[in-house]
């Protein structure tokens, strides 16, 4: 039996150095240690022994049954170190070609115009309202002041889904669904889009954006107005712009004011961008139509307040020097790269 072991231990080690995988290792295993393995089987016959040879032999069992159980294991970290050694070698990387050049992106000029205006009114304490595209004509014309004829209710003008529903023209019913749901002081921005029946050309899109700014409160006036303006004229066109004021008429306002910026690019000489004037109009403003707040409940008795209303792609175009407003529509990363 002795002997028997002997040659079993001698056997497992060559059968162990032999194999190059540790699927073959494994089946060495099974072979040599495994309950029905060979040492289980020499060992059967351990009742046929005299009673002092049975520990012996039953050391000597156990002794080469922990040393295959080493030369296994051994033999499965030379396959691991060389099965990874392998791996490394051919996932190596060549450190010195040359790279894969990853496009980033750029914030389009519209969206840096529109982070650029909600930093400033922000910092100036204005929240950012927001308001539906779809809108109804109560919001966009009625509740506004507008009058039943006003030429911009027209078809040609407005996109109408239904008699009551229309894309919104301008971001002005925002002021009264805030106007509706908060009690003064009201101080507000919104931007968004805005749909008007044009057909394209370098100044008109059937799709623009607008700023609008409402601002309620007790004692509100068109010198708050004003200043509120000049600090956003200066930090959007640089320090050294001014600002005047040119009476116009717009429904929801009274009085109304349209408001022009000295040329940011010559600063008011007269150049190719402000077409020899020295001024840009920038936009429409005023001191809320009583008829207005009384339609959203504020009393014009106790409250007053302004308001103003933007175009944000002519300002983005004016800014940028862009001269077809489509360029800012038409997705070509040649162009939005640019600014
Ligand atoms: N909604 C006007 C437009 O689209 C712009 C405007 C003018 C907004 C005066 C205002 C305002 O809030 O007070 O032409």
Not at 7 to 29: C, D, F, H, T, Y
Not at 182 to 190: A, C, D, N, Y
Not at 227 to 233: P, R
Not at 282 to 292: A, F, I, K, R, T
Request: hydrophobic share 35%; net charge negative.
């Amino acid at each position: 039996m002795e002997s028997r072991l002997k040659a079993l231990e001698k056997e497992a080690r060559l059968e162990i150095k032999e194999a190059s995988s540790i699927e073959a290792l494994e089946k060495a295993r099974v072979h040599y240690l495994g309950k029905k393995g060979e040492l289980t089987k020499i060992l059967r016959g351990m009742g046929a022994l005299k009673a002092e040879e049975r520990p012996l032999i039953g050391k000597m069992a156990n002794t080469i049954r922990e040393n295959i159980g080493d030369e296994l294991d051994k033999a499965k970290k030379v396959i691991n170190d060389k099965e990874l050694e392998k791996k490394l070698q051919s996932e190596t990387i060549d450190v010195t070609m040359p790279g894969k050049e990853i496009k980033i992106g750029k914030r389009h000029p519209l969206t840096q115009a529109m982070d650029d205006l909600k930093d400033i009114f922000i910092s100036m304490g204005f929240e950012v309202a927001e308001g539906p595209e779809v809108e109804t004509v109560y919001y966009n014309f009625d509740a506004l002041n507008a009058p039943e004829d006003h030429p911009s209710r027209d078809m040609s003008d407005t996109f109408y889904i239904n008699e009551n529903i229309i894309l919104r023209t301008q971001t002005s019913p925002v002021q009264v669904r805030v106007m509706e749901k908060t009690k003064p002081p009201i101080r507000i921005v919104s931007l968004g889009r805005c749909f008007r029946n044009d057909t394209p050309d370098a100044t008109h899109s059937p799709m623009f954006h607008q700023i609008e700014g409402l601002v309620v409160d007790k004692g509100i006036t068109m010198g708050d107005l004003k200043g509120t303006l000049g600090v956003f004229a200066k930090h959007f066109f640089g320090p050294d712009t001014q600002i005047k004021f040119r009476p116009h008429n717009f429904p929801f306002t009274e009085p109304s004011a349209e408001v022009d910026a000295t040329c940011f690019k010559c600063g008011g000489k007269g150049c190719s961008v402000c077409k020899g004037s020295g001024w840009m109009e920038v936009l429409g403003s005023g001191m809320v139509h009583p008829n207005v707040l009384k339609n959203c409940g504020i009393d014009p008795e106790i409250y007053s307040g302004f308001a103003f209303g933007m175009g944000i792609d002519r300002l983005a175009m004016q800014k940028y020097e862009i001269d077809d407003i489509r360029l800012l529509f038409e997705n070509d990363m040649r162009f939005i790269e640019q600014f």
